[in-house]
């Protein structure tokens, strides 16, 4: 039976279940359908929309695009700050500039007046501060443009940070501490970053110390410093003209002036001391974290690397650390590994949630994954299972016009060639065996490596591993 025969008794097949009528039971018991692996489709095509680009006066840069499909506005915007630039001894100032900017009123109108107007016109505004930027999110119905930009410029520019919104933000930030206590996998995690990134301002962290160090006074300083307009960046997308969001952000953020020189904090020393650490914690289970700095986005093993990482295990189910830790042994409910690309440097980890008895087997399994693929056991066909999933994954981060302008404009944030979305796929296509053997010999060394376990090291599978071999840490509260 030919291919369009076949297509043409799917279809009747089709037509029989939805119409209802009855198909004789030999029809039906002799059709099977073909396996999905053996069905043939042209390549998927992808071309990257084009976002203009336009700089204002004042510095601030847009990306536009523009979508008529619903009467809605998206604006996305990027900071060049973060929580790397709070003040030593105030960790946290970063994180409650962002809470109070967006809560604490303008200059102009209160808190419960901004919020009494973002509610009237059904639209959305958030801010939050990652490590290395900040991201304004607003979200406006085309007709209200105009008092929505007027709300987001005051925000912005003019923020009253009230002492009430103040002291309340701190309060929860003390309760989001209180609390982080219960939640071993996020507290292991933030200690492993403390840990890799020792020494460098990306490692210092919000306590109950530093948060009662922190004044209203601090807010309106880091604001002052960082939210300039030569400093941000805007993504505007939706039911408006390039011309329209021009006029628009110039009457509104044009007359926003620079008033201040950003600092420059380097990339991380990537020196620390590599060993097992542990926390002890009388839980039920352990959490397992084992990392080193990798390859950068703009190093040329970037693209091997991403893939090696799918292998050993962010690729899900199949992946190398999954395969071993939860399907073969079924010591971990969740495994697998993590990979954060940056301009400047990268950060690698497997990672395991087991039960407390199995905590060092676990690591264990994790380490003969490592030492396995280092020794060139990766196969043609785990890397052709990489890259088209990596490939037919990449074009899901362009399906909105939002995604489309934020990735662009990211690109210029992190000061990225130009042409990296439009090589991207192809330079992962690109990778060899050998490419990977080599990665894996250069960043999969587990001597090299920072060790995290959080658990109960009474009830751990080798107690006595805990008292010689591993160093005991105290998170700090």
Request: hydrophobic share 40%; aromatic share 12%.
């Amino acid at each position: 039976m030919n291919t369009s025969i076949k297509y043409f008794t799917f279809l009747l097949l089709t037509c029989f279940i939805i119409t209802g009528v009855n198909l004789p039971v030999a029809a039906a018991s002799n059709y099977q359908l073909p396996s999905p692996d053996k069905i043939h489709y042209p390549p998927l095509q992808f071309k990257l929309p084009p976002v203009q680009r336009v700089v204002l006066e004042n510095g601030i840069v847009l990306y536009l695009l523009e979508d008529h499909e619903l009467p809605l506005i998206n604006i996305k915007a990027l900071i060049k700050t973060g929580t790397m630039y709070d003040p030593e001894g105030k960790e946290g100032v970063a994180e409650l500039t962002a809470y109070v900017m967006r809560t604490g009123g303008t200059a102009k109108l209160n808190s419960t007046e901004i919020d009494s107007r973002f509610d009237f016109m059904a639209a959305s505004a958030s801010i939050a501060m990652a490590m290395e930027s900040a991201q304004f999110n607003f979200s406006i119905l085309n007709k209200d443009l105009d008092q929505g930009l007027d709300l987001l410029a005051q925000i912005l520019i003019q923020p009253a940070f009230e002492q009430n919104k103040f002291d309340l933000a701190r309060q929860l930030k003390d309760e989001e501490l209180r609390r982080l206590k219960d939640d071993p996998q996020k507290l292991a995690f933030r200690e492993f970053n403390r840990l890799i990134y020792s020494g460098d301002p990306r490692g210092r962290f919000p306590s109950y110390k530093s948060l009662a160090n922190i004044e209203r006074a601090d807010l309106i300083k880091f604001h002052n410093r960082f939210f300039q307009p030569d400093n941000i960046m805007f993504a505007v997308t939706g039911d408006i003209t390039k011309e329209e969001a021009i006029n628009k952000l110039r009457r509104y953020f044009g007359d926003w002036k620079t008033n201040g020189i950003l600092a420059n904090v380097p990339s991380p020393p990537q020196k620390f001391n590599a060993g097992v650490y542990y926390i002890d914690k009388e839980i039920s289970q352990s959490t397992v974290i084992s990392g080193q700095f990798a390859a950068s986005k703009t190093d040329p093993d970037f693209y091997a690397f991403t893939i090696l990482d799918f292998i050993v295990g962010s690729g899900g189910f199949p992946s190398r650390i999954f395969s071993a830790v939860r399907n073969n042994e079924g010591l971990a409910y969740s495994a697998g590994s993590f990979y954060r690309a940056k301009p400047a440097y990268g950060v690698f980890g497997a990672y395991a949630f087991t039960k407390t008895s199995s905590t060092i087997k676990t690591l264990s399994l994790i380490n003969s994954v490592l030492e396995n693929i280092q020794s060139g056991t990766i196969t043609n066909k785990e890397i052709e299972w990489a890259k088209k999933s990596i490939i037919d994954g990449f074009i899901f981060s362009f399906v909105t016009p939002e995604q489309i302008a934020l990735q662009q404009m990211n690109i210029e944030y992190e000061k990225l060639p130009a042409d990296f979305l439009l090589n991207y796929r192809d330079k992962i296509e690109k990778v060899t065996l050998k490419d990977l053997n080599k990665v894996a010999g250069k960043y999969l060394d587990k001597t090299k490596n920072v060790v995290l376990i959080l658990g109960d090291s009474k009830k751990f599978d080798e107690p006595s591993a805990t008292a010689d071999r591993h160093i005991l840490i105290t998170p700090e509260d």
